[in-house]
T-cell receptor, first 112, second 114 residues
């Protein structure tokens, strides 16, 4: 079945620092790839997605590029804010049902 | 906008007790899901319902049952709770599946089994 490997956290950064959270996947066929974000005390919400190779998903200053050759979908942001502090989940979906399989999540802590 | 509503938000059970977690969505979505979230494990799929009247097992179905009561509601039942079922449970819904599909999540139920 599908699987997702994310870098372990927590990732601790100062405000305005550059963020990278690594994500690699294994999946059958041509999966769709997603980043979800979970703020404290809330459910997950979709941050961005990409559905084919070389697509770039972007939202709220975050970006991730679907790299089929390296089976990766790394999340980046040029300048993080305290309000970006949350847990970030990478997910892949493939096969007939396209039900997402999630990684373990990476906690991001941004200090003022 | 209510979206996906889960009840209760918190619950403490003793080993062997039973309970039902409720989930309802008001977006007219066809598909609904139950995940559990454990530290260091991410989210794992328990059961899902692709459409009204159908349910299927996910990655970790043992110890759980589900009912798709109608298009809006999808409940998760623990018949005899065990400490290993201590977790945060999330219900989610989506329009109909497919590679562009976005899941909408509830705010979760924190369950402790003593």
């Amino acid at each position: 079945g599908d699987s997702v490997t994310q870098m372990e956290g927590p990732v601790t950064l100062s405000e305005e620092a550059f963020l990278t959270i690594n994500c690699t996947y294994t999946a059958t066929g041509y999966p769709s790839l997603f980043w979800y974000v979970q703020y404290p005390g809330e459910g997950l919400q979709l941050l961005l997605k990409a559905t084919k190779a070389d697509d770039k998903g972007s939202n709220k200053g975050f970006e991730a590029t679907y790299r089929k050759e390296t089976t990766s979908f790394h999340l980046e942001k040029g300048s993080v804010q305290v309000s970006d502090s949350a847990v970030y989940f990478c997910a892949t979906a493939s096969g007939g049902s396209y039900i997402p399989t999630f990684g373990r999540g990476t906690s991001l802590i941004v200090h003022p | 906008n209510a979206g996906v509503t889960q009840t209760p938000k918190f619950q403490v059970l003793k080993t062997g007790q039973s309970m039902t977690l409720q989930c309802a969505q008001d977006m007219n979505h066809n598909s609904m899901y139950w995940y559990r979230q454990d530290p260091g494990m991410g989210l794992r799929l328990i059961y899902y319902s692709a459409s009204e009247g159908t349910t299927d097992k996910g990655e970790v179905p043992n110890g759980y049952n589900v009912s798709r009561l109608n298009k809006r509601e999808f409940s998760l039942r623990l018949e005899s709770a065990a400490p290993s079922q201590t977790s945060v449970y999330f219900c989610a819904s989506s329009e109909a599946g497919g590679r562009n599909e976005k899941l909408f999540f509830g705010s979760g139920t924190q369950l402790s089994v003593l």
